[in-house]
Nanobody
Framework: VQLVESGGGLVQAGASLTLSCAASGYIGSSGMAWFRRRPGKEREFVAAINSGGTGTSYTDSVKGRFTISRDNGKNAMYLLMSKLKPEDTAVYSC???????????????????WGQGTQVTVSS
């Protein structure tokens, strides 16, 4: 499945932004996640969601500020980001596990499909 992110942009600290991930095919049997790559850093896990949308996990730095969700009927996943901080500046990528792997995971190697990424820049 091909994934395309959208919704990135330049915002001020404290603002909110919602990222979208559109899939070219059915994603209802795949765990999915958002990862990010901050300037000069390795790619890191942000949030994951199981195939049914009933289970989520977050990295500590975004807990209480970011919310991951999905709409399998639209083959889409979302990341609502609120109270953004300059340290959230990064390229955000969505990822999907292969069909049949229903849980989300924080390990990038467990994802077989990736989007190209969308830039989020938070100014102070």
């Amino acid at each position: 499945v091909q994934l395309v992110e959208s919704g990135g942009g330049l915002v001020q600290a404290g603002a909110s932004l919602t990222l979208s991930c559109a899939a070219s095919g059915y994603i209802g049997s795949s765990g999915m996640a958002w990862f990010r790559r901050r300037p000069g850093k390795e790619r890191e896990f942000v949030a994951a969601i199981n195939s049914g949308g009933t289970g989520t996990s977050y990295t500590d730095s975004v807990k209480g500020r970011f919310t991951i969700s999905r709409d399998n009927g639209k083959n889409a996943m979302y990341l609502l980001m609120s109270k953004l901080k300059p340290e959230d500046t990064a390229v955000y990528s969505c990822a999907a596990r292969n069909p049949g792997y229903y849980t989300g995971s924080s390990y990038s190697l467990e994802y077989g499909s990736w989007g190209q990424g969308t830039q989020v820049t938070v100014s102070s």
